[in-house]
């Protein structure tokens, strides 16, 4: 008896593996020490600020219009990297 | 080396120079170039020993071959779904050359090549540029939808659509900062410690006493070293796979 259960959990099992059956969509499962979430949303953070800055530096020197677009840029940095983090903790619904 | 006229110099140790000679000299082959190359032939060899042998019951090369294997190959198959099985080998490729970079760095006299920017941001680069072609190739135009959410008010489109762009782009920043960040961070607080057992221990009879507490800080940081390197090249495995998924899935 006990060895048959086995065998249809290990058949599921196999039949999950080779794609034969559908499996429930799981996701990202990064490291969830404290360290480790704090460490990444500070990355992406200054990530996304650093490559609005850059955007906005780089435009400036191609238009002339300093600091304007700069300014701009940084702004859109920093929300970049709010949501960023936003969606850090809080993965878009799957499925859809 | 490390102690020059007793000043602490922990960044030397990430300064390139020529090595193999003249050879070395006329193409500008560097160290970190030299452990590239030694790490992709360790990646050969033991994936050639795995797959040679190919027991039924593995020897322990072959285990070693096989649980690295199945491990990137369950992780793409989880994040990345049944159609991700085909971009296997790119994210295992990148696994190991990281995971190889990160190890061989952890050797007496050896170069972490993972500890340059460049390095780091090449090969965020690749994951990045892929991933968007992937996504361009499976998707179309309608790729671009990416860049703004469906059911957001029209009116916020000059605003979402930059965000969305920029919050893109970083992806490969952070991807590369955090290796890059980790692996020199580590190898710095390393040869600071050893340089304190170096300096104390020069203080007359209690000396080699009070240098045994850094010797015991660096023993601990050693082996943290050991799972930064492991866990680096973990993460960066695994967000490959999380924006391959989004590139096939694109929500």
Known sequence: MNERNGFDERLRQA??????????????????????????AGVEVVSALGVGIGIGFLLDRWLGTWPWLFLVFFVLGSVAGVGNVYRLFMPRPGGK | MAVEGKTIDALSQFELSPVLGVFGHAV?????????VV??????????????????????????????????????RDQV???????????????????????????????????HIAVTL???AVVWVSVTVIALQRHGMHFFS?????????WLAPIIIPVEI???????????????????????????FATFVVLLG?????????????LAVNVALVGFEFLVAFLQAYVFAILTSIYLHDAVHLH
């Open chain 1, 15 to 40: 039949r999950a593996r080779e794609g034969l059956d559908k499996r429930p969509e799981g996701r990202g499962n990064l490291p969830q020490g404290p360290w480790g979430i704090g460490l990444r």
């Open chain 2, 39 to 76: 790490a992709v032939a360790l990646t050969w060899f033991l994936m050639k020993a795995t797959a040679d042998r190919g027991a039924l019951v593995p020897g322990r090369l072959q285990a070693l071959g096989e649980s690295a294997y199945e491990f990137i190959q369950g992780m793409v």
């Open chain 2, 202 to 214: 020069g203080l007359g009879a209690v000396g080699p006493f009070i240098a045994a507490m850094p």
């Open chain 2, 166 to 192: 920029i919050s893109y782009l970083s992806r490969m920043v952070s991807l590369s900062v955090r290796l890059f960040a980790n692996m020199v961070a580590g190898h710095v607080m390393l040869k600071v």
């Open chain 2, 146 to 154: 990416y860049f703004f959410p469906e059911g957001a008010p029209t």
């Open chain 2, 28 to 36: 500008s082959f560097s160290q970190s170039n030299l452990f590239m």
């Open chain 2, 122 to 124: 090449t090969l965020a």
């Open chain 2, 81 to 115: 779904g049944d159609e991700g099985k085909k971009y296997f080998p790119f994210v295992f490729s990148i696994f190991m050359f990281v995971l190889f970079g990160n190890l061989l760095g952890m050797l007496p006299y050896a170069f972490t090549y993972t500890s």
